[in-house]
C-alpha cells in the first residue's frame, strides 16, 4: 500500500506502512523528528507543493515526536491536529499479544488507521496490510486476520458478501469505529462471528479515544465520559470541547443522533441522517442504505435515500411513514447495488 | 424531450404514489389543485416535483417561477415541460 509523509523541513516519502511503522519506532516516538500524514494514500506529491501544509509542519511544536493528522468526517475542510506519539501510545488501552492480527481497514493517514498502528506497535501485535484499502483487497486479508476495526458501514458491505468465507475467518476481536454502531450491527456481528469479542469505540482526530464498550448494547454508558454536558440543541461537549456530534441521554446511558453539520433542513425542520438510516436499516432486507440531503425549490432541501435490498421503494415508504415523521421520509427513495462511502469508510454525505 | 403528456401521466403517476395508490390515476384531473383539491402537502408536492425533475433530466431553475401560480397538474407540467427547453 501506498502512503507518504512529510518529516521534519527536508521532506520523505514513504511508500510501505512497514516503512512508516519504522519510521515510528526509529524517528518518532524516541522524539527525533515531527511528521505530517497526508490523508491521501495514493501516488499523488502534488499536496506538498502547497505551502500551507510544509509551514504548519515548520511551526509545529517545539517539541519532537509529534504526527499530525487531517480529520476526516463527512463534511467540511479537514483541519490539522497535532498528537504526542509517545503519549498516545503511553493513552492507549486495550491489551493484546502478538499472536493478535489486526486487519488494517482504514487510511494510515488518518487517526482510526493510525490508532490501529499504534496499538499494534504497543501490543507486539502483528498488522496486516492490504494492498490498498479497496474493498476487494480488505476482503482478501481476512482469513488472514484475527482482529479487525472497522466501520459499521464496511461491516454492511461484508455482509452482503459470500458468509461462509467470513464465518470460517477466526475473528476475534470485532472493534466498530468512525460511526455510531447501532444494536443491529452489534447484534449482527455476533451472529457472524458468535466467538469475537465485539467492541465499539467513540473516537475522533481531535480527541483521540474517548471510550469504548463491549457490553453487547448500543450508545454508551454515560460513565465512561469525563467532564461531559450537552448542549439545547442535543450536541456533545467534552472538557468544553465542542465535538459536533448530537447525542441524548437515556437512563444511564448515551445515545448518538448524528451530526451537527450533517442536519437536512426540510423547510425549517432539522433530520439528522443517521436517524433516517437507522429505521431504514431495520426493515426487512435492507442490507446498507445512506440518507443524504436533496437541494429543492420549494423547501430548501428534501431527503434522498439510496439503499441496497430486495425491498420495493414504496413498501419502504409506507414503513418509513409509520416511524418517522413526514418531513423525515426521504423524498427520492433509490434502489442502488452499493452505496457511496468516503475514504475513510463511512457513509457520504454529498 | 419529453412530451407534454408524457410529463402529466408521470406526475399523476407520481401523485398516486405519493398517495400511497389510495386514488387511482385515472381519478386525478389535468385541472385539480395539487394541494387544494388532491390533498398532497408542500412535502409530498417537492417529492413530486423531485420526481419530476428526475423525468425530464433536468432541475428546476427558480428564476421566473411564480410558484402561486404552479397550482394544478397542468401548471406543474407545463412548467416542467418549459424547463426542459431552457
Known amino acids: 500500500m501506498y502512503f507518504k509523509c512529510w518529516i521534519g523541513k527536508s521532506g520523505y516519502f514513504v511508500q510501505e506502512v512497514q516503512k512508516l511503522i519504522q519510521l515510528i519506532n526509529d524517528c518518532i516516538i524516541p522524539g527525533n523528528a515531527n511528521f505530517l500524514l497526508s490523508p491521501s494514500y495514493r501516488d499523488d506529491f502534488s499536496w506538498i507543493c502547497d505551502n500551507k501544509y510544509t509551514s504548519c509542519v515548520v511551526e509545529s511544536p517545539i517539541t519532537q515526536g509529534q504526527i499530525s493528522l487531517y480529520t476526516s468526517g463527512t463534511t467540511g475542510q479537514p483541519k490539522i491536529i497535532w498528537k504526542n506519539c509517545h503519549e498516545v501510545i503511553l493513552n492507549k488501552k486495550g491489551t493484546g499479544s502478538q499472536n493478535d492480527r489486526w486487519l488494517l481497514t482504514f487510511n ?116 465512561k465520559f469525563i467532564n461531559w454536558a450537552i448542549d439545547d440543541d442535543g450536541e456533545l461537549f467534552l472538557n468544553g470541547i465542542s465535538t459536533g456530534d448530537l447525542w441524548e441521554v437515556n437512563f444511564d446511558r448515551l445515545y448518538y443522533k448524528g451530526r451537527n453539520s450533517e442536519v437536512i433542513n426540510v423547510g425549517g425542520a432539522k433530520v439528522t441522517p443517521t436517524i433516517v438510516e437507522q429505521q431504514v436499516n431495520s426493515f426487512p432486507g435492507i442490507h446498507e442504505c445512506r440518507a443524504y440531503p436533496i437541494d429543492n425549490p420549494l423547501l ?27 418531513y423525515a421520509v426521504p423524498a427520492k427513495i433509490n434502489q442502488v447495488k452499493s452505496v457511496q462511502l468516503t475514504s475513510a469508510g463511512k457513509l457520504s454525505r454529498i | 424531450m419529453k412530451s407534454f403528456d408524457e410529463i402529466v401521466n408521470h406526475i399523476k403517476k407520481n401523485i398516486a404514489q405519493v398517495l400511497l395508490e389510495s386514488l387511482p390515476i385515472d381519478k386525478i384531473n389535468n385541472d385539480d389543485k395539487l394541494i387544494a383539491d388532491l390533498g398532497i402537502d408542500s412535502l409530498d408536492y417537492a417529492m413530486v416535483m423531485l420526481s419530476g425533475e428526475e423525468f425530464i433530466g433536468k432541475k428546476v431553475k427558480e428564476e421566473g417561477v411564480i410558484w402561486q401560480e404552479i397550482q394544478t397538474v397542468q401548471q406543474l407540467a407545463m412548467l416542467l415541460y418549459k424547463q426542459q427547453g431552457d
Open chain 1, 108 to 223: 494510515p493517514g488518518r487517526w482510526a488507521g493510525l490508532s490501529v498502528i499504534l496499538h499494534t506497535i504497543r501490543t507486539n501485535a502483528q498488522l496486516v496490510i492490504p494492498d490498498d484499502l479497496t474493498f476487494e483487497s480488505i476482503l482478501a486479508k481476512f482469513s488472514d486476520s484475527t482482529h479487525v476495526s472497522l466501520t459499521p458501514s464496511l461491516f454492511r458491505k461484508l455482509q452482503l458478501c459470500d458468509n461462509g468465507m467470513l464465518q470460517s475467518a477466526d475473528i476475534q476481536q470485532l472493534t466498530f469505529g468512525g460511526e455510531y454502531a447501532t444494536q443491529k450491527i452489534l447484534d449482527d456481528a455476533r451472529k457472524l462471528w458468535p466467538k469475537a469479542r465485539v467492541t465499539h469505540i467513540y473516537a475522533s482526530t481531535e480527541l483521540g479515544d474517548v471510550c469504548s464498550v463491549s457490553d453487547g448494547l448500543e450508545g454508551y454508558p454515560t460513565m
Open chain 1, 300 to 326: 430548501g432541501q428534501v431527503v434522498g435515500l439510496d439503499y441496497v435490498g430486495p425491498v420495493e421503494p414504496l413498501a419502504l415508504r409506507k414503513h418509513l411513514l409509520q416511524l418517522l415523521p413526514k
